[in-house]
Each structure stands twice: as structure tokens, then as C-alpha cells.
């Protein structure tokens, strides 16, 4: 039986595992800043020296007379050093005591372990040798998990560069998506994709935000399986975020040619049966789980979490990812780590030993339930046929969140753009039919009238 820990009411298909109960201390912890706190917690769940360490990585590489100075960790060449580098991440080198590694876990299928932290691509990264990416190598994040169009399509020529001059390429692994989801695209996209990346092949490819199971034929199968005999891609699999992911994951537990998926999964959706019937069936088929989207919608936090909180833990960012991580049917989550300070403090909740308890799995459904009518849970299959207008909330909604949240506005414009020239007429629209559909009570109307304000100004 996996190790499936949630909330005693979480209503999940494994709700008989066992439930491991830690007390939450009494002292009251110090009022702070965001960022006192998060440095508070950071440093108790990291080794100060390797704290200092990561937290000066912001001048660990730079330019030097117009020239890159390349950190210790990847010596005078740029090529990875250190006994960690030969399993793919680790050491900062010799004379360097070793660091924390991230946990690993198996991949489904694929046999591979990875690292149950993974770099998420959709945000700028430097063209020329990215300091994030070498920082989250150095503490065994070697996994990059790229796109043909994060960035404005810079994502992969970024991943190009890092790899090509840090020589770590045969310790990396890369994974990268498709937005053409029909057989000649694919193809396409992948050979274009290896062009940008500068490799000969990629660890795994997907089918990127798949909202059709139909994609998934023998036409496709056909590309995929030359591909994989080609050596250009050693494994394939596909994201989703939909209202249809229950409906998606089951697809893929009966397609054996689907290595792995990536999916939407948060602390908002444990108690959802269909979805745990789904990720069981996957894990009964070896099909490997990756959670993205683990933050559910960061707005939604605002400082309701306070009040929840188990006083001197974890951030809330943090909290949520070791809630994805207690449940082993996921590998992994890849996160949105365009920060120093992100990286640090989720590397720091990978690391730390200690698992959640029960107050704090009650924390989170206590905070789940307080906040639910902030969050969209991507479920626009209710709310989108309530609303007279060629729109598309799910989307649009999603957008708005890379805006608000993530810090990511030029990309978010972007994509509102690439939307069907109707479908980006919000302004005006009567979204009072998608606020009663919506059968978790999030305000349609007020975030899709913030969306107009942001994307038709």
C-alpha cells in the first residue's frame, strides 16, 4: 500500500492508510515579515553552511568584464565536478563538504529516479548560463521540465545553454512539450525542440495541456514509437489541467504506451474520489505521476493561512508541497522557482525529514474550506456553458493566475492573445450563470472582470 496520508475526512480511494498524529509545539511563533518568516523556517530545515551557501547564489554567477564567472560546483570549464555530479546532481566539489540532496523517487515505467522537486520552465531564464538552473542542480534538483512555448519560446534555448556549458547534459534530465498535439506536428515540434535544446535526443516528451483523449491513437502511437527507436525521445507521456483530468488519467492507466503524466493536483483536491480512483488506477498501470499546479491558485492565500498555520513550520508554499510529497503515488511536483528565495525555501521543505501531521493535514483542509470561493479548481466544464458568449474562463482564468501570481505579465498577455479572437472578448460579458454553476462557489464574475481590466487594457 502507498503512503497516503491526508486528512482522516480527506474521502480518498487509500483513506485507510495510516495516520501519523504530531502535536503542534506551544509556543507562539514571533510576528515577521513574509520574508523574516520564510528565512525563520529556511534556516532551521536547511544546514546553515548550506543555507549561506544557496542563499549567495545570486552572486554566485555573473558577468566579469563582459565574461561568465561559472560557480565552484561546475568548475574552471563549466563541466559539472563532485561525487554527486556522476548521479546526475550533488557535490559542489571537492574541498566543498557535500550538500543536501532532494529526495528521490521512482518514475512509473520509466524505472528512472528522479527528484521529487523539479524546475519548472515557464518563466525568463538567462541565455547565457542560468544561475537558477545551476543552483537547483547543485542541490540535486537535475530534473528541467521545459516547454516549445514557455517564455515566448526562449524557455529551451536557455536549457540549451545551461547544459551546453555547464557539460552535465548526460546528468540532466530534460523533458520538454508539444502544443501540436496531431502526428506530423508532434514530430515537428519534437525535431525543433532538439534544435533549440542543443542535444540529440530528450529524457521525455509530452503532449502539452491535453484536453482530448482522442490525440492519443494509433497515428500518434506510430510517431512516438519511431521517435523512441530513433533515440530522440527516450520516454512520452502528456499535461493536463482541465476540468477532465480524472477522465484523462484513466485514458492513460489503459494506453501502455503513455510512460508518464503530469496533472493538476493540490490540497484542494484529496478529498475528490474520482480523481484518487484515477491516480490508483495509474499507479496499477506504472504510469508515473508528476503534480504541477500544487499551489492551487497562490491569490487565494492572501494571509487567511495565518490563522491555520502550525506555529514555527512551514511557509505556507512550503506546507502545500509536503502535502503532494506524503502522498508516494506522486513522483514528483515541479514548481515555479523563478527566485532565489523560492528556490531556497522549497529545496528547504524537500530536505526536511520531518512528514506532516494530523493538525497539520487539518490546517490545510481547515484552510482549504475557508478559502475555497477564492480558488478556481479548473472544472470550467460547469461554469463555461452557463455564460452566453463564445469565452473561455478556464483559460482565461489560468492566465490572469500566471499574471497576478506568478509575476509572469508579458507571458500572460501573450497567451490571452493566442486565445480565439471571440474568446477574448470578456468585457461586458453577464458571468452571473458561471458564479451559480460553479459548484465550489468561486466568483467567476469577479476575476474574469479582473482579467478584462488586465488583458484588454
Given at each position: ?11 480518498c ?47 554566485g ?108 547534459r ?22 525543433t ?8 535526443y ?8 491535453l ?8 497515428d ?23 476540468g ?45 505521476l ?19 498555520a ?20 506522486v513522483?514528483?511536483a ?7 528565495e ?45 455564460v452566453?458568449?463564445?469565452?473561455q ?24 492573445r ?18 451559480r ?21
Open positions: 500500500m502507498t503512503n497516503h496520508r491526508h486528512s482522516k475526512d480527506c474521502g480511494a487509500k483513506s485507510t492508510a495510516n495516520h501519523t498524529r504530531t502535536d503542534a509545539p506551544d509556543t507562539k511563533h514571533p510576528q515577521s515579515t513574509r520574508k523574516e518568516e520564510a528565512d525563520a523556517n529556511n534556516e532551521r530545515l536547511l544546514k546553515r553552511r548550506d543555507l549561506l551557501k544557496l542563499g549567495a547564489a545570486a552572486g554567477i555573473a558577468l566579469v568584464d563582459g565574461a561568465l564567472r561559472v560557480p565552484a560546483a561546475f568548475g574552471q570549464d563549466g563541466a559539472a565536478k563532485g561525487a554527486g555530479a556522476a548521479q546526475g546532481a550533488g557535490s559542489s566539489g571537492a574541498g566543498e563538504e557535500d550538500i543536501p540532496q532532494v529526495p528521490r523517487r521512482v518514475l512509473g515505467k520509466t524505472g528512472v529516479d528522479i527528484p521529487i522537486l523539479l524546475m519548472g520552465g515557464s518563466m525568463d531564464l538567462d541565455q547565457r548560463f542560468d544561475p537558477k538552473l545551476a543552483e537547483a542542480f547543485r542541490f540535486g534538483v537535475d530534473y528541467i521540465d521545459a516547454a516549445d512555448c514557455y517564455a515566448g519560446g526562449t524557455c529551451e534555448t536557455a536549457v540549451g545553454a545551461f547544459h551546453t556549458r555547464a557539460k552535465n548526460k546528468n540532466l534530465w530534460i523533458t520538454s512539450k508539444s502544443d501540436r498535439h496531431d502526428p506530423v506536428g508532434f514530430e515537428e515540434t519534437v525535431n525542440s532538439l534544435e533549440k535544446m542543443k542535444t540529440d530528450v529524457d521525455m516528451y509530452f503532449l502539452h495541456g484536453k482530448d483523449g482522442a490525440y492519443l491513437n494509433n500518434l502511437l506510430a510517431v512516438v514509437e519511431r521517435l523512441k527507436k530513433e533515440g530522440k525521445i527516450k520516454f512520452f507521456g502528456f499535461s493536463c489541467h482541465d477532465n483530468v480524472a477522465e484523462l488519467l484513466q485514458q492513460a492507466a489503459r494506453t501502455p504506451w503513455v510512460d508518464s503524466v503530469m496533472f493538476r493536483y493540490n490540497f484542494r483536491k484529496y478529498g475528490d474520489q474520482e480523481l484518487n480512483q484515477a491516480m490508483d488506477a495509474c499507479v496499477k498501470s506504472n504510469v508515473g508528476i503534480a504541477m499546479k500544487t499551489q492551487s491558485s497562490e491569490a487565494s492565500f492572501a494571509d487567511a493561512w495565518k490563522k491555520f502550525q506555529p514555527g513550520k512551514w511557509t505556507k508554499h512550503q506546507a502545500v508541497l509536503k502535502a503532494v510529497w506524503a502522498d508516494d503515488r513522483s514528483a515541479v514548481s515555479h522557482m523563478d527566485t532565489f523560492k528556490l531556497k525555501e522549497n529545496i528547504a521543505a524537500a530536505v526536511d525529514k520531518l512528514d506532516m501531521g494530523q493538525a497539520d493535514w487539518d490546517a490545510l483542509e481547515n484552510y482549504a474550506q475557508a478559502t475555497r470561493r477564492h480558488a478556481c479548481d479548473g472544472c470550467d466544464h460547469f461554469c463555461n456553458p452557463a452566453d458568449a463564445p469565452v474562463i478556464g483559460a482565461t482564468i489560468r492566465y490572469l493566475m500566471y499574471h497576478d501570481s506568478y509575476g509572469n505579465q508579458d507571458e500572460a498577455r501573450k497567451l490571452f493566442q486565445l480565439p479572437a471571440e474568446a477574448q472578448k470578456i468585457r461586458g460579458v453577464d458571468f452571473s450563470g458561471a458564479n454553476a460553479c459548484p465550489h462557489g468561486f466568483d467567476v464574475a469577479a476575476h474574469m472582470r479582473r482579467a478584462a481590466d488586465v488583458f484588454e487594457a
